[in-house]
């Protein structure tokens, strides 16, 4: 049902709004000035060495109150990738930071779709509330985001070409429709390319979000025993560590 949705809207978007009058959106509801907080701030505190960092509609919408709940689930909070993203912080100890635009999105399913649209087609990089601080006291990472429009939310952009996550273990996990992860890795690699991301990608379809606690769960608790060829893992206790090669039987 997305499908044939976002197909009719991508069309129209496509001939209802010529890429220059998109890009012209942008910046222009920035009334908001961009300051940074430190990520911990925002939400709990725990292990200083691990961010757990996510864009969820939910948390970036203006909620009208005739919002249909039916049409529009995702931006009830909790959003999908929000609770996703509450897990892994309890899982690993680590701050919790919401990527958040200025200018959210509406509330209404077809009107956030178009929005997203145009972004996309205009390559805009929308403007950050806040930014992480000190950034560097990160090691690892973990990013998650829904797939939009066969990508990523274009804050997410944002968010990466803002923040460098270079030479940092950075772990993906996604909500999405039908379409999967689609392109959202290659634009994430494109926008941090010297990231350590790891192919050990998290994923769940947006109606198994909500009962997808065990997995995400088990997910991060793997990922404290990958060994990966004596590269550095983090045992996600906050330490780097050198891990010897697994011997099979
Ligand atoms: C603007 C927008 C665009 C979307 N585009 C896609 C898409 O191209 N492919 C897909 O599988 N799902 C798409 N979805 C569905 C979301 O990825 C999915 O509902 C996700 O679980 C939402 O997570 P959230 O509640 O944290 O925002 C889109 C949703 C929105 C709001």
């Known amino acids: 049902?997305?499908?044939?949705?976002?197909?009719?809207?991508?069309?129209?978007?496509?001939?209802?709004?010529?890429?220059?009058?998109?890009?012209?959106?942008?910046?222009?509801?920035?009334?908001?000035?961009?300051?940074?907080?430190?990520?911990?701030?925002?939400?709990?505190?725990?292990?200083?060495?691990?961010?757990?960092a996510y864009f969820s509609w939910a948390d970036n919408a203006v909620l009208s109150e005739d919002v249909d709940a039916v049409t529009s689930p995702?931006?009830?909070?909790?959003?999908?990738?929000?609770?996703?993203?509450?897990?892994?912080?309890?899982?690993?100890?680590?701050?919790?930071?919401?990527?958040?635009v200025t200018d959210p999105y509406p509330s209404d399913w077809d009107d956030c779709l178009e929005r997203a649209n145009e972004e996309r087609g205009a390559?805009?990089?929308?403007?950050?509330?806040?930014?992480?601080?000190?950034?560097?006291r990160y090691d690892t990472v973990f990013l998650g985001y829904p797939n939009w429009w066969y990508g990523v939310p274009m804050a997410l952009l944002?968010?990466?070409?803002?923040?460098?996550?270079?030479?940092?273990?950075?772990?993906?996990?996604?909500?999405?429709?039908?379409?999967?992860?689609?392109?959202?890795v290659e634009l994430i690699t494109e926008a941090a390319p010297a990231a350590e991301i790891s192919d050990d990608i998290f994923d769940c379809y947006e109606e198994e979000a909500a009962s997808s606690e065990e997995d995400i769960r088990g997910w991060v608790e793997e990922l404290g025993q990958v060994v990966s060829g004596g590269d550095l893992v983090s045992d996600l206790s906050g330490t780097v560590t050198i891990t010897a090669v697994e011997q099979e039987e």
């Not at 390559?123 to 509330?129: G, I, N, Q, S, V």
Request: with cysteine.
């Open 74 to 100: 995702s931006v009830i909070p909790p959003g999908n990738v929000q609770q996703l993203a509450g897990w892994v912080q309890e899982e690993t100890g680590g701050d919790l930071f919401s990527i958040r």
């Open 158 to 184: 944002s968010f990466l070409e803002q923040n460098d996550l270079s030479g940092k273990q950075v772990y993906l996990f996604c909500s999405h429709g039908t379409g999967g992860l689609a392109n959202s």
């Open 1 to 52: 049902m997305f499908w044939k949705k976002a197909m009719v809207l991508m069309l129209t978007a496509m001939l209802a709004f010529p890429l220059a009058a998109c890009a012209g959106r942008q910046g222009s509801n920035s009334a908001v000035s961009e300051e940074s907080v430190t990520a911990g701030e925002t939400a709990e505190e725990g292990n200083g060495n691990i961010l757990v």
């Open 123 to 136: 390559d805009a990089r929308p403007e950050l509330l806040e930014n992480v601080e000190d950034l560097e």
